[in-house]
């Protein structure tokens, strides 16, 4: 089994709704993001996935949410709480969209960091 791992990051504020602490107010992270990719299948030249491609997806992905205040500006977190667990979880089921079928068993996991000590994992 081959794994790719490719990690970005993006600026952004959030604040948790309904929580109880300092938290609840708006405030920013530099959120770093870790996708790790994998795969049986090597191409012929001997790749299971050219690394640039998976930077260009993710990087789509995370520029929603860069320079923004995600409660308010990324729709999907209107309504859900924008928690590390709930951004690892969103983030993987966008990659899932847009790597179809490309590998299997495809996307293992993607961990979001909150600050350079604390991650969430999130795998299906």
């Given at each position: 089994m081959y794994r790719l791992v490719i990690e970005d990051h993006f600026d952004a504020a959030h604040c948790l709704r309904g929580y109880k602490g300092?938290?609840?107010?708006i405030h920013g992270h530099?959120?770093?993001?870790?996708?790790?990719?994998?795969?049986?299948?090597?191409?012929?030249?001997?790749i299971l996935v050219d690394f640039k491609?998976?930077?260009?997806?993710?990087?789509?992905i995370l520029d929603?949410?860069?320079?923004?205040?995600i409660n308010k500006e990324v729709v999907y977190f209107k309504k859900v709480?924008?928690?590390a667990e709930n951004l690892s979880k969103y983030?993987?089921?966008?990659?899932n969209l847009l790597f179809p079928a490309m590998l299997e068993p495809g996307i293992r996991?993607?961990?979001?960091?909150?600050?350079?000590?604390?991650?969430?994992?999130?795998?299906?």
């Open positions: 300092p938290c609840a107010r530099t959120w770093k993001v870790e996708v790790c990719l994998e795969g049986k299948e090597l191409d012929k030249v001997g491609i998976i930077k260009q997806v993710l990087k789509k929603e949410f860069d320079h923004r205040l709480n924008p928690t983030v993987y089921e966008k990659l996991w993607v961990r979001v960091w909150e600050s350079p000590v604390a991650y969430c994992e999130y795998e299906n």
